[in-house]
């Protein structure tokens, strides 16, 4: 079975710009989660999904970030504007259930010059 | 609140030796405990996990890993480790009433020299 997809796999913009992110998840997996990570640190998670409904956000920066799984399939996060400390890899995962084991795709990586 | 320490943010070791890699944790509820390897330009692949049971864990590739609830501890070992086995590696913790939110470490990269 085909992995989670992303795209695009490298972007650099210039702080204040917008971008967005696109995953695909695994098919049929109804749990899809987006993690920050950070060089030197580990993944933190900044949404998740089940369904087309957000189950948990609270790490999620509301004033510059967002998310949206309309149809409960893909899923696309913006940051807008963006900061400098915005620079990180951009990682998708998706579970078929809530608690299931989480399966990442290859993720985005951001640079924010 | 969970917390993970990966003590060691590099391991060198030779090709064919032993490897330790060290996982500390920190919660006030039981936990589900966690290794992901990552490799270059890859997302994250699950080693294996404890989830209860037996302490003595084995996972994919030929790691296993050791629960020790006493001292807090989920260490990954490979009694013999090959070039292919370069990556970062991450320990991960979740509560068992939100198995979903992971809190990983920083990480520990494992360089096998020839």
């Known amino acids: 079975e085909a992995g989670v997809a992303q795209s695009p796999r490298y972007k650099i913009i210039e702080k204040r710009q917008s971008v967005a992110f696109w995953c695909n998840p695994i098919?049929?997996?109804?749990?899809l989660y987006w993690y920050q990570q950070i060089l030197g640190q580990g993944p933190k998670l900044l949404i998740q999904?089940?369904?087309?409904?957000?189950?948990?956000d609270s790490q999620l920066p509301k004033d510059r970030f967002s998310a949206e799984r309309l149809k409960g399939v893909d899923s696309t996060l913006k940051i807008q504007p963006a900061k400098l400390e915005d620079s990180a890899v951009y990682l998708c995962?998706?579970?078929?259930?809530?608690?299931?084991?989480?399966?990442f795709g290859p993720g985005t990586r951001l640079t924010v010059t | 609140a969970q917390s993970v320490t990966q003590l060691d943010s590099q391991v060198p070791v030779f090709e064919e030796a032993p490897v330790e890699l060290r996982c500390n944790y920190s919660?006030?509820?039981?936990?589900?405990l966690f290794w992901y390897v990552q490799y270059p330009n890859q997302g994250l692949q699950l080693l294996l996990k404890?989830?209860?049971?037996?302490?003595l864990v084995k996972g994919i590739n030929g790691f296993e890993a050791e629960f020790n609830k006493s001292q807090t501890s989920f260490h990954l070992r490979k009694p013999s480790v090959h070039i292919s086995d370069t990556a970062e590696y991450f320990c991960?913790?979740?509560?068992?009433?939100?198995?979903?939110?992971?809190?990983f470490g920083t990480g520990t990269r494992l360089q096998v020299f020839p």
């Open positions: 404890y989830l209860s049971g037996s302490t």
């Open positions: 098919s049929g997996h109804a749990t």
């Open positions: 919660s006030s509820v039981s936990v589900y």
């Open positions: 999904f089940q369904n087309n409904g957000v189950v948990d």
């Open positions: 991960a913790v979740s509560d068992r009433t939100s198995t979903d939110k992971l809190i």
């Open positions: 995962a998706s579970s078929s259930l809530q608690g299931g084991e989480q399966y």
